[in-house]
Every structure is written in structure tokens, then in C-alpha cells.
């Protein structure tokens, strides 16, 4: 009976009592995280338009491309460059328009790039915005998880404190 009475009073009811508030505190981490998280998951984040992620300068629009495109028809149905009051000879005008067709290849090429870039970007945000979803559904269960800790390392510790005190040696 040496070994039990002397466990018993030099750890259970001297460090027990101490080591059920420390998890106590943990558990009062835990609600505290389950807080932050649920905070944190209702910010979520709206994608910018196409022309806000590349910035005015940068974007290239379906209507410039249009634009070359009525160049283009304007060339080819007639020898006058709008605007001027010269006849163009025929190489001139194919060269004018093989230029165009040359600006309009580089701005498809620049409008796909566009697309893939913006379509990376939009994704990336849907998937944040569905991790902070699952946060908003586990953050309750973390903060429940923390409380209940709270609840069994108090009802625990006031045990050992009352075994501690009513105990007559």
C-alpha cells in the first residue's frame, strides 16, 4: 500500500489537478481556433473582371479584333485606303491586308492566352472560396471539440481538488 498511498498523494491529487487545467487550456485553444476559423471562411473573395485582371492597357477585346476585320473587308473591296484620296496598286493592298491578318492572328494568340491566364485565376479563387466552405463546416466542430475538453478537464480537476481537500491523512 506504499507505492499506491505515495502516487496518490505526490502526483494524482498534487499534479493531476495541474495537468487536467493545462489540458483545460488546450481546450480553450481549440474554441478559440474553431472562432478564428469560422471568421476567416466568411471572406470570401469575388473574381475581378477580365478587364480589371489585365489592366486597360493590356486587355485585348473581341471588337479589336472586329475592327481589323472591317479593315480587312474594306481593303479587299476596294484600291483606296479610307481616309485617303490615293488609288493603291494590288501589292500594296495585299501587303496592307496580309499585315492586318498578321495583327489579327497576334491578338487571337494574345485573347487565348488571356483566357487560360484569367481561367487559372478564376479557378484558384473557387477553390479558395471552397476550402474557406469546409472551414465554415469543421470550425463548429473544432470549437465543440474545445469546449467539451473545457467541460471534462474542469469537472476532472474540481474532482481532484475536492478528493484532495476532504481527504483526512
Not at 30 to 40: E, K, N, P
Request: overall charge positive.
Amino acid at each position: 500500500m506504499g507505492i499506491t498511498k505515495s502516487f496518490e498523494r505526490k502526483f494524482l491529487l498534487t499534479w493531476g489537478r495541474h495537468l487536467w487545467n493545462i489540458v483545460g487550456v488546450s481546450g480553450f485553444v481549440a474554441v478559440l481556433t474553431g472562432i478564428i476559423l469560422f471568421g476567416y471562411s466568411l471572406t470570401t473573395q469575388i473574381p475581378k473582371s477580365k478587364s480589371d485582371f489585365f489592366g486597360k492597357d493590356e486587355f485585348v477585346s473581341d471588337e479589336m479584333i472586329e475592327k481589323i476585320d472591317e479593315m480587312i473587308i474594306t481593303f479587299n473591296s476596294s484600291e483606296y485606303i479610307p481616309g485617303s484620296s490615293g488609288k493603291l496598286s494590288y501589292q500594296e493592298i495585299n501587303k496592307k491586308t496580309a499585315d492586318l491578318y498578321s495583327q489579327r492572328y497576334e491578338l487571337e494568340q494574345k485573347i487565348k492566352t488571356q483566357n487560360r491566364d484569367y481561367g487559372i485565376y478564376v479557378d484558384e479563387i473557387r477553390s479558395k472560396n471552397n476550402m474557406k466552405l469546409g472551414q465554415r463546416v469543421v470550425s463548429p466542430f473544432v470549437a465543440g471539440y474545445g469546449l467539451a475538453v473545457i467541460a471534462s478537464a474542469a469537472a476532472t480537476s474540481a474532482v481532484f481538488s475536492i478528493e484532495s481537500n476532504t481527504r483526512k491523512d
